[in-house]
């Protein structure tokens, strides 16, 4: 196929002067729908910024508690195995009750190592 070359046409002044609006879409017609969804969309954004805010609060005192929860879980296994090990070894109960009071059994000499 042959290409055509267009024909190059010269427009009378009448098409290259000032032409008459467009009518409905015009530009004033466009500002004023472009202006409506700005102010549309900002009447949706704006009443949502104290709430976006107040959702990163609680987000984050959530985050807090549940990092509290968890210190305070292994808190608690912790002195449930201690529980346990004072219950069921006695050697465990000996050292814990002999330590802080500076105990001794009869016959027992107790060495102080100070750094």
């Not at 969804?37 to 949502?48: D, H, K, Q, R, S």
């Not at 910024?49 to 296994?77: G, M, S, V």
């Amino acid at each position: 196929m042959a290409r055509r070359k267009r024909a190059a046409t010269d427009r009378s002044a009448e098409f290259s002067a000032d032409r008459e609006p467009r009518g409905l879409f015009g530009k004033p017609t466009l500002f004023v729908f472009w202006l409506f969804v700005v102010v549309t969309c900002a009447a949706f954004i704006i009443p949502a910024i104290p709430q976006f805010r107040l959702l990163k609060k609680i987000e984050t005192e959530l985050l807090d508690a549940e990092q509290n929860e968890l210190a305070l879980r292994k808190k608690r296994d912790q002195l449930h195995d201690e529980s346990r090990a004072l219950k069921k070894n006695p050697r465990y109960l000996e050292a814990r009750a002999r330590d802080p009071l500076r105990a001794q059994i009869p016959g027992e000499t107790i060495v102080e190592i100070r750094n």
